[in-house]
């Protein structure tokens, strides 16, 4: 089975911070996402990456960055957080073998920025 | 701009039978996907279709009519643990998934 894991189930940051999520994925998979969770919306793409040292924009990059040095981990960075990036944050990854290849998400963070 | 409409919540009674529905207007269609996703935990893949049809696992079906933008997830006998959200996405023609807002489904014994 493939294991995505996030490193922290909840985490409470200050605004201005620098924060950073982790992600990683034990099933050699070449495509990994970052996503934001937040009620009556659906799933938001922040960053995606195809491959190590690669990153792509979603649909909301604005205050986040994103880093993958290893093919097993993604991170997504908050340079500086905000309230309004209070939510819950999904990982993901896929084969790339196939574009409809199901994603396998993480449990999340919820991120509270006060 | 692209949409995916479902309703926001459903309930139904353990062992009966509930169909969730998916519109969706996207630039190009190359697949539609269902997830389920329990409150706390990970979403979980449930099923893809491309094709119009009808594709049965189980005690859960998925139908897509491309035609229509339409898709519905059906879920037969159904047990307190179906109680969870269920998502929709829909993969467009530059093979980005557009994600509906979620069902959350409340299962009464």
């Known amino acids: 089975d493939v294991k995505v894991t996030q490193s922290s189930r909840y985490l409470v940051k200050r605004t201005g911070e620098k924060v950073f999520l982790e992600c990683v994925q034990d099933m050699d998979h070449e495509n990994m996402f970052w996503y934001r969770q937040d009620p009556g919306l659906g799933l938001r793409l922040i960053y995606f990456?195809?491959?190590?040292?690669?990153?792509e924009k979603g649909d909301i990059p604005e205050g986040y960055s994103v880093s993958r040095e290893k093919k097993e981990r993604f991170s997504l960075i908050l340079e500086s957080a905000s309230t309004n990036q209070t939510s819950m944050y999904l990982c993901?990854?896929?084969?790339?073998?196939?574009?409809?290849?199901?994603?396998?998400f993480g449990n999340g963070t919820r991120l509270t920025v006060t | 701009g692209q949409n995916i409409d479902q309703p926001t919540e459903m309930t139904a009674t353990e062992g009966a039978i509930v169909q969730i529905n998916c519109t969706y207007q996207t630039s190009g269609f190359n697949g539609l996907f269902w997830y389920q996703q329990h409150a706390g935990e990970a979403p979980t893949f449930l099923s893809y279709n491309v094709l119009d049809g009808l594709e049965e696992k189980g005690r859960f079906s998925s139908f897509l009519s491309r035609s229509k933008g339409y898709s519905y997830l059906l879920l037969k006998e159904l047990q307190m643990k179906d109680s969870a959200s269920y998502l929709c996405a829909v993969m467009d023609s530059n093979y980005q998934l557009i994600w509906g807002a979620g069902t959350k489904l409340i299962i009464k014994p």
């Open positions: 993901a990854s896929s084969t790339g073998q196939d574009y409809n290849s199901p994603l396998h």
């Open positions: 990456s195809y491959d190590v040292k690669m990153k």
